[in-house]
């Protein structure tokens, strides 16, 4: 919880803005019979940091104490007051949101990024927006692992290079053709052509003598 000595103040054109912005709300803490309660100031706070613009219903009927009650949350919390009336109070405190900075004319405040050191890994955007942060470079993960690379080892080469020259061995009924017939292989039409060579050798011979 927030401590702040002085309330936050607001001119008269930015009460009547923020007042007509609250006319929808409903409120979101009740203030029982026991008075500001840590419990219930932790409650506006939260809600204070959620909303920025609040309606808190008081229980007590007399308007000193309900004034009284108003003065230490606005004290405490560091908001404004936007209206008073009957058992309802409505305050202000701006965000980081900025929700209603343009009814109030309070930009919000500037959080400062912090810089990323030289030694840290980079952080993507999209990762950032979601509160996420990088602890360690994608390298160093790799390194920090169970010590497995990523090359195969060479037993598995040698599976798959045996793999790979059985697949590429022709099958012994590729000879064959559909209907039972045994094609000719290379071998074939290399003796068939050396036969007819050699006959046509013989009968040139036989032709000259």
């Known amino acids: 919880m927030s401590e702040i000595s002085s309330p936050l103040s607001l001119t008269s054109q930015a009460r009547s803005a923020l007042k007509g912005a609250a006319h929808s709300l409903r409120p979101v803490v009740l203030i029982g019979d026991q008075g500001l309660t840590p419990a219930v100031l932790k409650e506006i706070e939260i809600a204070l940091s959620s909303h920025e613009l609040i309606k808190i219903r008081a229980g007590t009927s007399e308007r000193t104490e309900r004034d009284q009650m108003l003065e230490q949350i606005c004290a405490e919390l560091g908001c404004a007051t936007v209206h008073h009336l009957g058992k309802t109070l409505i305050v202000y405190r701006p965000g980081k949101k900025g929700l209603y900075a343009e009814a109030s ?27 996420k942060k990088v602890t360690k470079s994608r390298k160093k993960a790799e390194s920090e692992g169970d010590g497995s690379t990523t090359k195969p080892a060479r037993g598995s080469l040698k599976a798959f290079s045996a793999e790979r020259t059985n697949t590429a061995k022709r099958p012994a009924s590729a000879g064959k053709s559909r209907q039972g017939q045994r094609t000719p292989t290379k071998t074939a039409a290399r003796s068939a052509l050396s036969l007819r060579a050699g006959a046509r050798r013989n009968a040139k011979g036989t032709s000259k003598k």
């Open 105 to 131: 004319g309070i930009a919000p405040p500037i959080v400062p990024t912090p810089k990323r050191k030289a030694n840290e890994p980079h952080t993507p955007k999209r990762q950032a927006a979601l509160g």
